[in-house]
Nanobody
């Protein structure tokens, strides 16, 4: 069982920045593929960015050039730096951990609201 706790969401004006954090439990964090997803009411949860155990990253087109995912294995934490935020980035952002062997875990989500 892996527990994920997100933090860092809030209200920001368009053009501003936020950094989301996700702290994970477990002794094998460095082996997890970690991801950030987001969801708005009535829509499916969508990928924002992923970072693999190798450190390689993948981004959805919506965040390329504006968002950066990173991880600190010593702190069991993954980050999402979001710059140049737009009102359409408003959503609940969820952290996800993919465990070797196939299990996946979600955090409780953190609200990001971007005002115009």
């Amino acid at each position: 069982q892996v527990q994920l706790v997100e933090s860092g969401g809030g209200l920001v004006q368009a053009g501003g920045s936020l950094r989301l954090s996700c702290a994970a439990s477990g002794s094998f964090f460095s082996s997890y593929a970690m991801g950030w997803y987001r969801q708005t009411p009535g829509k499916q949860r969508e990928l924002v960015a992923r970072i693999f155990s190798s450190g390689s990253t993948r981004y959805a087109d919506s965040g390329k050039g504006r968002f950066t995912i990173s991880r600190d294995n010593a702190k069991n934490t993954v980050y999402l730096q979001m710059n140049s935020l737009k009102p359409e980035d408003t959503a609940v952002y969820y952290c996800h951990a993919s465990i070797p062997g196939g299990d996946g875990y979600w955090g409780q989500g953190t609200q990001v609201t971007v005002s115009s």
